[in-house]
């Protein structure tokens, strides 16, 4: 069984002027589904405004789907009930895309990492000022500054509390949204190889939402590509992109720069005006995709 599994997922918002304009809703998620296996890295994968964010959230309930199913260990969490929800979430958890406004600026940073433990009431006050300082430690961090502000870190130092907040109360499922774009270069590689380690140590499973495809392809198992709401394909990371079968795969993967000093970009057009949304079907042995 799955991990995770995404049904039909729907999500909706109103056009602009709200449900009275007479505009019919903005479909952000389109009749999503997928499954995540345990222990798996699953990349969600495409241009701006595709929907990826809102996907993820929807995952976790942060954003109220508007139809479909979500099985957690085979429980539905869109079933739940507020208090059954609160204890679920400890098994998920969201690290945000950008490091500077995910942190309430006028808290300490430990405070930031033990808020969850506080939450869902879990130990003594001494007990989890001592989980903190393991937690810092677990993700690069000196305990001794966890009195110290968010301003008063790096950017990739910032990204290190969220992850050390995510993981407070040991999750086994993490969002990854977009969790490396905020950053520097020079750090990018750092948070990944945390989070990449962090895999291994603790048996994690990730959706890792992002654009950078050739970070997707150096640590997704498994890759979906999404465009206006719908997922157009799926199958291993390498196989999307050695052997891409929808259209708008292809020009995604052409717009992906070159390294060699010389190569010549060569851009593959997407029709979006000619695209129509189909299901996706599979066309080899675990790659699925809508032609």
Not at 131 to 156: I, M, N, Q, T, W
Not at 175 to 200: C, G, M, R, T
Not at 230 to 245: G, H, K, M, N
């Amino acid at each position: 069984m799955p991990l995770v599994e995404v049904r039909r997922l729907v999500k909706e918002f109103p056009a602009r002027g709200g449900w009275l304009s007479g505009r019919p809703p903005v479909r952000a998620v389109d009749d999503v589904s997928f499954a995540i296996e345990a222990g798996e890295t699953f990349g969600l994968v495409g241009e701006s405004g595709c929907g990826k964010t809102t996907t993820g959230r929807c995952l976790l309930r942060l954003v109220e789907p508007t139809s479909g199913e979500i099985l957690f260990g085979g429980t539905d969490v869109l079933a739940l009930s507020g208090r059954e929800l609160r204890k679920a979430r400890r098994n998920f958890q969201i690290v945000f895309q950008d490091p500077y406004s995910s942190l309430n600026p006028r808290m300490r940073a430990g405070a930031i990492v033990e808020e969850p433990l506080a939450i869902h009431k879990i130990g003594s006050p001494g007990e989890r000022k001592a989980r903190v300082g393991e937690l810092f430690e677990l993700v690069g961090l000196d305990p001794a500054d966890a009195a110290k502000y968010p301003h008063e870190f790096s950017g990739g130092q910032r990204q290190r509390i969220g992850v050390a907040r995510a993981l407070a109360l040991e999750p086994s499922f993490i969002v990854a949204d977009e969790p490396v774009s905020a950053l520097d270069v020079s750090i990018q590689a750092q948070v990944v190889n945390l989070l990449l380690d962090l895999q291994k140590r603790l048996g994690l499973t990730y959706l890792f939402i992002a654009h950078d495809l050739r970070l997707v392809r150096q640590i997704c198992n498994r890759t979906a590509v999404m465009y206006r709401g719908r997922l157009i394909e799926v199958a291993a990371a390498d196989r999307i992109f050695t052997a891409p079968a929808h259209p708008y795969t292809k020009a995604l993967l052409s717009a992906i720069p070159h390294l060699k000093p010389g190569d010549r970009l060569e851009r593959i057009p997407f029709p979006a005006a000619n695209f129509r949304p189909l299901p996706l079907r599979e066309i080899n042995a675990g790659h699925f995709a809508a032609v």
